[in-house]
């Protein structure tokens, strides 16, 4: 398993550079350029401004984009003046920010050691750009975070009406950052056959001064190749109505998991508990706990050690389809969907990855 970093900066001739990078003959559905490879419908760019104060830059901080469903779909690092943009986003979804804590104290301080527990300031501005008319406003009531190295949330804000942020004090924070931490589970989202994972990262801007387009690159990310091979696609397993025993399909899954787990002793799992809507909220959380646990025994009970699983649970409120039809009639098939495990693979010094086929 392995994360890859390149910078790399070309000029006009950018099919060649990905076609060599790549050992393509042609790039993806297209023979005609980088354009070809973008989503029409994914026109907005998302930019921002970081800085410690109004002295220090932000410079160097590592910045992931998250969706509605707190996958991680891109992530950047910010320049020397504390810049960082995101191109080619579906302007229907809402984001979130994640600031990587390590890269700011590091910026910040010099290096983790020295500010540990110093408290960091953080302020800055984020704007969103329609890359058709090229207008440009403030991003307004987006949430940014700062995550340490598990993804677990250590500060927060929110841009105002105008796009502008500024972390404050921690105090008395704790409590809304325990519960968002157990609300929220941030995750790679990647498909090994979306092309705007794979190059869409290649970012157009245009340098004062210059006559031409200049095309720089930050690519961070999986060897999608390796991965699709040695890990699994680990399937959810699902329960019947008000029950947590495990079907037969779901111990042959479960086998397929601990039989990854010993030949990785590395890697460890979390495994998150669900339910329908019926019955009461306190009922279902009770039931989608005993789902997790239920799990989460079996591995154990085959030798798996404890402090490799992580398990949650989250009752009605992470439903995977919908419970009722739009006219109200019952969703048996969607129910179904929602009385289920699911599992996430963590290996260390990345981010949890979902695979998606």
Not at 44 to 52: F, K, Q
Not at 202 to 210: A, F, L, V
Not at 280 to 291: F, I, K, P, V
Request: net charge negative.
């Amino acid at each position: 398993m392995a994360q890859e970093s390149k910078f790399r900066n070309a000029f006009f001739n950018l099919n060649n550079e990905i076609t060599s990078t790549y050992a393509l003959r042609k790039l993806p559905e297209s023979e005609s350029g980088i354009d070809q490879l973008q989503n029409p419908d994914h026109y907005l760019m998302i930019s921002g401004n970081i800085r410690h104060n109004s002295v220090i830059p932000g410079k160097g901080l590592i910045i992931y984009l998250v969706n509605s469903k707190n996958e991680i779909i891109y992530s950047t690092t910010s320049d020397e003046h504390g810049f960082f943009q995101f191109m080619f986003i579906d302007p229907k979804e809402p984001y979130k920010i994640l600031v990587d804590e390590t890269s700011a104290r590091i910026s910040y301080f010099g290096d983790t050691k020295e500010g540990a527990t110093a408290e960091i300031t953080l302020e800055g501005r984020l704007e969103q750009t329609d890359l058709r008319s090229r207008n440009t406003t403030g991003l307004a009531n987006t949430e940014i975070y700062f995550v340490d190295d598990n993804k677990q949330i250590t500060h927060l804000s929110k841009t105002n009406d105008k796009g502008n942020f500024k972390f404050g004090k921690k105090a008395d924070l704790n409590k809304d950052l325990n519960r968002l931490n157990q609300e929220m589970a941030f995750i790679y989202r990647i498909k090994a056959d979306d092309i705007n994972i794979l190059y869409g990262s290649y970012i157009r801007t245009i340098q004062p001064g210059k006559t031409g387009l200049e095309y720089s690159e930050f690519i961070d990310r999986l060897f999608l190749e390796k991965l699709a091979k040695e890990v699994p696609a680990f399937e959810n397993i699902y329960f019947d109505f008000d029950k947590f025993f495990l079907r037969n399909r779901s111990v042959e899954i479960l086998d397929i998991i601990y039989a990854f787990m010993v030949a990785n002793p590395e890697v460890t799992i979390a495994i998150d508990g669900h339910c329908d809507n019926i019955g009461t909220e306190d009922y279902n959380m009770g039931l989608s706990s005993r789902r997790s646990n239920s799990t989460y025994t079996f591995l154990v009970s085959k030798g798996i050690a404890k402090s490799r699983i992580k398990s949650a649970w989250h009752g009605e409120s992470r439903p995977a389809a919908a419970n009722a039809y739009p006219d109200g009639k019952d969703n048996p098939e969607g129910r179904q969907l929602n009385r289920r495990v699911e599992f996430k693979i963590d290996i260390p010094g990345m981010a949890q990855v979902t695979l998606s086929y």
